[in-house]
């Protein structure tokens, strides 16, 4: 069993960063594979970012690669995802989730309860 909590949202300005940590219960966090997903007002949760349970292979949608960036620390439990030049279309309430499995899109077994962004 994995706990997740997200914390780091809030209010930016358009073009402006935040970073979002996630943070995980249970000594076994560094054999989950980890990702971000958001979802808008209005709209369906969609992929965000992953990586694998060693930090070492990291994916990304189209609409964030080359502004976000995934990363972990298996030492601290944590997982982040920095965000920077946001726009207003990456408002969303954004979820941190594990992975058993390799399915980095739909595999997860486990979920946080969100935390907001505003751009």
């Known amino acids: 069993q994995v706990q997740l909590v997200e914390s780091g949202g809030g209010l930016v300005q358009t073009g402006g960063s935040l970073r979002l940590s996630c943070a995980a219960s249970?000594?076994?966090?560094?054999?989950?594979?980890m990702g971000w997903f958001r979802q808008a007002p209005g709209k369906e949760r969609e992929f965000v970012a992953a990586?694998?349970?060693?930090?070492?292979?990291?994916y990304y949608a189209d609409s964030v690669k080359g502004r976000f960036t995934i990363s972990r620390d298996n030492a601290k439990n944590t997982v982040y995802l920095q965000m920077n030049s946001l726009k207003p279309e990456d408002t969303a309430i954004y979820y941190c989730?594990?992975?058993?499995?390799?399915?980095?899109?739909?595999?997860?077994?486990?979920w946080g309860q969100g935390t907001q962004v505003k751009t």
């Open positions: 249970g000594r076994t966090f560094s054999s989950y594979g």
């Open positions: 989730a594990a992975r058993v499995g390799p399915r980095i899109l739909d595999g997860y077994d486990y």
């Open positions: 990586l694998s349970w060693s930090g070492g292979n990291t």
